[in-house]
């Protein structure tokens, strides 16, 4: 128990829990966003994967790290886009659609690493984000920028989604797209405009991975992340302010059981402790499954005069 | 810009939509191709060549191809039901695990039962393991309405890490110098070979044989008949009195159960043994399978055939002019996405205004 107190006592355990977060927070923005419009997007996990790697290329060939950044971005809102062709202008099954978005931006990812650098062992760096030594709060200070915007981007998503006529209007879309058509809102334009800015999101989210947390792009880095935002979205309800506390939530068990793993008494296979994170996300589910208000649209293809 | 429902399907879009799908998909791969710096022609020759130009190609497209089968399967049941099984990696891994727990030599000479009873046990094992894995998320859908997906593609990392740990610990092959692999099956266990001197092995009869036994019980069985209508419209087939929750769960102890022989079927055809890597994502190339089938069990084996062709033959290719054989998933994502958007073009057309 002492062990425990040890590690939560330790600046740099909640320095760890921010940065495992962060990926978090801003895949799980996406998915919202996409979600609350009525779409699911299992594209996530690959486009984290596209994301992380465009980012990264970017970089290691001479551009800024925010040019980086932007790339990450942008490749993620045009495999968005491609889903969102799919599931809104063609009404295609959502989770097929997604699932070969996730297949097709991997395996391009992965090929394009490997066209690029047909022979290294080791895999090339580049020099990433630096922590804002200049900011005088503890914890946040010792994170880079690219924290800092996950952070803010929780209360600029809730106050757009809750207090603009843009939400208002995206929400309604997700809820119940026939009414919207009626007030004149157009659910293709909306859902679609959705899913590119989420799949934006996702994209920056892997870039997070390959330009803040590493400075390298290895095969398997986002290790089903994108999975596990998918089933944050559904515990913290669609709502943003309960996703951050979600991730924060996931990123404190995970960060909690690297450090036993590494305190070694090797008590139980390591294995176990990587388990957690998993067990944990479907017990969440299953918690909060009789109360979750799913949007209700969530995964009905509309098609206009068609009911 | 709208779809509008055609009155009938159209012929000519049934010819045309599949050539616009292999058009699309030989389009992106041809780029890719030439941003690899390889000469286009010679590339797709030596791709179609190592995956179906000899005896010998043939016999590692097919051998490739009896996982491809049984998990294409696993999720055409399921997803004819709309139960989106994302599970079936684990459900194969958990099938090959429990087909060594029973089939193998543990402390040297495993279960001293006969081999004629032994072997049913062990495919019964993988199928029953299988079949359990997907129990849970089913029930949970069912009962609780917690999104399978999530919960099935979730099970997946847990699985594979118990794996690693067993591979570790209990069920390590003490023989195999450190190396995380699994004992092996008791000799007499493993499949027999279809064709000498290739590794083609009888599990293609029961990849052929189950497939042929889904599409009857999709044709002739109240349950297949259930199953279908369960697909069309879940709220109509409840109202005319399809038993949900029962055919949900029998979908899911299906589905898992043939992605669970895939595992055993696996073990005992090809390594005999567990290691972590036997499935280079099996599972989840099962839904492609699935969808390029059409939701159709014999269409399964054609589309099995397909993929496990452009797998193994862009291993071959790859030794040979370099291209990256991650080209192969490329090409099987292309596909995937290309002929639904083609199949739909056959039931809708475009109206621009």
Same mark, same amino acid.
């Given at each position: 128990?002492?062990?425990?107190?040890?590690?939560?006592?330790?600046?740099?355990?909640?320095?760890?829990?921010? @940065?495992?977060?962060?990926?978090?927070?801003?895949?799980?923005?996406?998915?919202?966003?996409?979600?609350?419009?009525?779409?699911?997007?299992?594209?996530?996990?690959?486009?984290?994967?596209?994301?992380?790697?465009?980012?990264?290329?970017?970089?290691? =060939?001479?551009?800024?790290?925010?040019?980086?950044?932007?790339?990450?971005?942008? +490749?993620?809102?045009?495999?968005?886009?491609?889903?969102?062709?799919?599931?809104?202008?063609?009404?295609?099954?959502?989770?097929?659609?997604?699932?070969?978005?996730?297949?097709?931006?991997?395996?391009?990812?992965?090929?394009?690493?490997?066209?690029?650098?047909?022979?290294?062992?080791?895999?090339?760096?580049?020099?990433?984000? =630096?922590?804002?030594?200049?900011?005088?709060?503890?914890?946040?200070?010792?994170?880079?920028?690219?924290?800092?915007?996950?952070?803010?981007? #929780?209360?600029?998503?809730?106050?757009?989604?809750?207090?603009?006529?843009?939400?208002? =209007?995206?929400?309604?879309?997700g809820?119940?797209?026939?009414?919207?058509?009626?007030?004149?809102?157009?659910?293709?334009?909306?859902?679609?405009?959705?899913?590119?800015?989420?799949?934006?999101?996702?994209?920056?989210?892997?870039?997070?991975?390959?330009?803040?947390?590493?400075?390298?792009?290895?095969?398997?880095? +986002?290790?089903?992340?994108?999975?596990?935002?998918?089933?944050?979205?559904?515990?913290?309800?669609?709502?943003?302010?309960?996703?951050?506390?979600?991730?924060l939530?996931?990123?404190?068990?995970?960060?909690?059981?690297?450090?036993? /793993? /590494?305190?070694?008494?090797?008590?139980?296979?390591?294995?176990?402790?990587?388990?957690?994170?998993?067990?944990?996300s479907?017990?969440?589910? +299953?918690?909060?499954?009789?109360?979750?208000?799913?949007?209700?649209?969530?995964?009905?293809?509309?098609?206009?005069?068609? @009911? | 810009?709208?779809?509008?429902?055609?009155?009938?399907?159209?012929?000519?879009?049934?010819?045309?939509?599949?050539?616009?799908?292999?058009?699309?998909?030989?389009?992106?791969?041809a780029?890719?191709?030439?941003?690899?710096?390889?000469?286009?022609?010679?590339?797709?020759?030596?791709?179609?060549?190592?995956?179906?130009?000899?005896?010998?190609?043939?016999?590692?497209?097919?051998?490739?191809?009896?996982?491809?089968?049984?998990?294409?399967?696993?999720?055409? #049941?399921?997803?004819?039901a709309?139960?989106?099984?994302?599970?079936?990696?684990?459900?194969?891994?958990?099938?090959?695990?429990?087909?060594?727990?029973v089939?193998?030599?543990?402390?040297?000479?495993?279960?001293?039962?006969?081999?004629?009873?032994?072997f049913?046990?062990?495919?019964?094992?993988a199928?029953?393991?299988?079949?359990?894995?997907?129990?849970?998320?089913?029930?949970?859908k069912?009962?609780?309405?917690?999104?399978?997906?999530?919960?099935?593609?979730?099970?997946?990392?847990?699985?594979?890490l118990?794996?690693?740990?067993?591979?570790?610990?209990?069920?390590?092959?003490?023989?195999?110098?450190?190396?995380?692999?699994?004992?092996?099956?008791?000799?007499?266990?493993?499949?027999?070979?279809?064709?000498?001197?290739?590794r083609?092995?009888?599990?293609?009869?029961?990849?052929?044989?189950? =497939?042929?036994?889904?599409?009857?019980?999709?044709?002739?069985?109240?349950?297949?008949?259930?199953?279908?209508?369960?697909?069309?419209?879940?709220?109509?087939?409840a109202?005319?009195?399809?038993?949900?929750?029962?055919?949900?769960?029998?979908?899911?102890?299906?589905?898992?159960?043939?992605?669970?022989?895939?595992?055993?079927?696996?073990?005992?055809?090809?390594?005999?043994?567990?290691?972590?890597?036997?499935?280079?994502?099996?599972?989840?190339?099962?839904?492609v399978?699935?969808?390029?089938?059409?939701?159709?069990?014999?269409?399964?084996?054609?589309?099995?055939?397909?993929?496990?062709?452009?797998?193994?033959?862009?291993?071959?290719?790859?030794?040979?002019?370099? #291209?990256?054989?991650?080209?192969?998933?490329?090409?099987?994502?292309?596909?995937?996405?290309?002929?639904?958007?083609?199949?739909?073009?056959?039931?809708?057309?475009? @109206?621009?205004?």
């Open positions: 128990m002492s062990e425990i107190t040890d590690i939560l006592g330790n600046a740099a355990f909640w320095v760890a829990v921010l @940065r495992i977060a962060t990926p978090l927070i801003l895949g799980t923005l996406g998915v919202l966003l996409c979600e609350r419009a009525g779409v699911l997007n299992l594209g996530i996990e690959g486009i984290m994967v596209a994301g992380a790697f465009a980012g990264w290329l970017t970089v290691y =060939a001479g551009a800024p790290l925010w040019a980086g950044v932007a790339v990450a971005a942008l +490749v993620g809102a045009m495999f968005g886009l491609l889903h969102a062709l799919l599931t809104v202008a063609l009404a295609l099954s959502q989770h097929v659609s997604g699932l070969g978005i996730t297949l097709l931006a991997t395996a391009l990812s992965y090929y394009g690493y490997r066209v690029s650098f047909p022979k290294v062992n080791t895999p090339p760096t580049i020099t990433p984000f =630096a922590p804002m030594e200049w900011l005088p709060v503890p914890i946040l200070s010792a994170q880079t920028e690219l924290t800092l915007f996950a952070l803010l981007l #929780v209360p600029v998503l809730a106050y757009v989604l809750y207090r603009t006529p843009l939400g208002l =209007a995206l929400r309604m879309v809820e119940n797209p026939q009414a919207a058509e009626g007030q004149g809102v157009s659910v293709a334009g909306m859902r679609t405009g959705a899913i590119v800015a989420g799949s934006a999101l996702m994209g920056v989210a892997g870039a997070f991975l390959t330009l803040s947390a590493f400075n390298a792009f290895f095969f398997s880095m +986002v290790n089903g992340r994108g999975w596990i935002c998918v089933a944050l979205v559904v515990f913290a309800s669609w709502r943003p302010g309960k996703a951050l506390l979600g991730a939530l996931f990123a404190f068990f995970d960060a909690l059981q690297l450090r036993l /793993q /590494q305190s070694g008494d090797a008590l139980l296979p390591y294995q176990l402790y990587l388990m957690l994170p998993y067990l944990l479907i017990l969440a589910l +299953v918690l909060v499954a009789r109360k979750a208000s799913y949007p209700q649209a969530l995964m009905k293809p509309y098609r206009k005069g068609e @009911r | 810009m709208r779809l509008e429902r055609r009155q009938a399907t159209s012929r000519s879009a049934l010819v045309l939509a599949p050539i616009c799908a292999v058009a699309f998909t030989m389009l992106v791969s780029l890719l191709v030439l941003w690899a710096g390889a000469p286009l022609g010679r590339t797709y020759a030596l791709l179609v060549q190592g995956g179906f130009g000899s005896v010998f190609a043939w016999s590692e497209t097919l051998t490739r191809a009896i996982p491809l089968i049984l998990t294409g399967l696993s999720a055409t #049941v399921a997803f004819k709309r139960l989106f099984n994302i599970g079936a990696e684990g459900q194969l891994y958990a099938g090959a695990l429990a087909a060594v727990a089939g193998g030599l543990h402390g040297g000479t495993g279960f001293e039962l006969p081999l004629w009873l032994l049913p046990l062990m495919m019964l094992a199928a029953l393991a299988g079949a359990l894995l997907l129990l849970g998320p089913a029930l949970m069912a009962r609780l309405g917690v999104d399978e997906v999530v919960t099935t593609l979730l099970i997946n990392f847990i699985v594979l118990g794996v690693s740990a067993l591979l570790d610990g209990a069920m390590k092959d003490p023989t195999a110098m450190g190396w995380p692999q699994s004992v092996s099956l008791q000799d007499g266990l493993e499949l027999g070979r279809l064709v000498a001197q290739t083609v092995h009888t599990g293609l009869l029961w990849g052929v044989a189950l =497939a042929v036994l889904v599409w009857l019980m999709f044709k002739h069985t109240v349950l297949g008949f259930d199953i279908r209508a369960l697909g069309a419209n879940a709220r109509a087939a109202f005319a009195g399809v038993p949900v929750t029962r055919t949900v769960v029998l979908v899911a102890l299906i589905s898992g159960a043939l992605a669970g022989l895939a595992g055993a079927i696996e073990v005992a055809g090809r390594t005999s043994y567990v290691t972590l890597d036997m499935s280079p994502g099996y599972g989840y190339s099962g839904i399978i699935a969808m390029l089938a059409g939701l159709h069990p014999l269409g399964v084996l054609a589309a099995s055939i397909f993929v496990a062709g452009v797998l193994v033959g862009a291993d071959t290719m790859s030794r040979a002019v370099g #291209v990256p054989t991650y080209i192969a998933d490329v090409i099987v994502a292309a596909s995937l996405i290309s002929v639904l958007v083609a199949a739909l073009f056959t039931q809708f057309r475009l @109206r621009w205004k």
